[in-house]
């Protein structure tokens, strides 16, 4: 490098370091949330100059769906799996309470005999769609907790679709079968 480079060099570096402010660098930071309060934001309704539209909110990406809208997706197909997920999940976290076969026959039903939990065959609880079930497993009822941060929405429906599933099955008449389970029913109890 030529003397005369160098020296252009040095004063570039000069000049670009006279610039920085490094105060901020050398400043302890605030431990206490009051920084928090400093910061700049903007409100959500609030004009930005920021964005090409003016506005401060976002649309989201297209097919995002909220965390809090997940109970509003379509109940899934009914399936076997769906089903054998759902049996796991009743098993869980309903069975303590609405007995293995959901008709409230349990150690903790026996706990509660001024109000114990429900049997699930019921003829109003048999009356509540797939849909209902789920709510009332996120929601709650009466003394019953809501069960949301403990079953995923997924985990919810399949609980619902395998309590109504149970309701059928502890009702099924043979007559009412399709003839191909009558038979294997008939060459099983032979």
Not at 128 to 139: G, H, K, L, N, Y
Request: net charge positive; glycine share 6%; charged share 25%.
């Amino acid at each position: 490098m030529t003397p005369r480079v160098l020296l252009a060099f040095v004063i570039a570096a000069a000049a670009a370091g006279a610039g920085c402010d490094n105060r901020q660098a050398i400043r302890a930071p605030d431990p206490t949330l009051a920084r928090m309060l400093l910061q700049r934001r903007a409100d959500p309704y609030e004009a930005s100059a920021a964005f090409a539209n003016g506005m401060t909110m976002r649309t989201p990406p297209q097919g995002t769906v909220p965390r809090d809208a997940e109970d509003d997706r379509a109940p899934p197909r009914v399936t076997r799996g769906l089903l054998a997920a759902g049996r796991v999940g009743f098993e869980r976290i309903c069975a303590a309470c609405h007995g293995m076969t959901g008709d409230s026959v349990s150690v903790v039903a026996t706990k509660m005999p001024r109000r114990p939990p429900p049997s699930l065959h019921e003829d109003r609880i048999r009356a509540m769609s797939r849909d209902e079930i789920q709510t009332v497993i996120a929601r709650g009822y009466g003394l019953m907790p809501s069960y949301a941060e403990l079953l995923f929405a997924d985990e919810r429906w399949a609980v619902a679709s395998y309590v109504k599933a149970l309701q059928l099955s502890q009702r099924a008449r043979i007559a009412d079968l399709p003839p191909f389970v009558r038979a294997e029913f008939a060459r099983r109890t032979l």
